[in-house]
């Protein structure tokens, strides 16, 4: 899914927001946006991020 089609289907921006998990605010400025924004999981980068801390520490 996308933002600006979730948008165009009756969202709001607070339902936007708890979608794709960001301040109401960011997701009317991505919705509005002409670019498409990238998404970044952010689960994906703390599991990332902590296997890097782990691996650099033994």
């Not at 607070?14 to 970044?40: C, F, N």
């Not at 902590?50 to 691996?55: A, F, H, K, N, Y």
């Amino acid at each position: 899914m996308d933002i600006r089609s979730d948008r165009e289907k009756g969202l709001s921006y607070v339902e936007l927001g708890r979608k794709y998990h960001m301040d109401p605010r960011t997701a009317k400025r991505y919705a509005e946006s002409p670019q498409k924004p990238e998404y970044i999981n952010k689960d994906v980068a703390i599991l990332a991020l902590d296997s890097m801390l782990t691996e650099g520490l033994h």
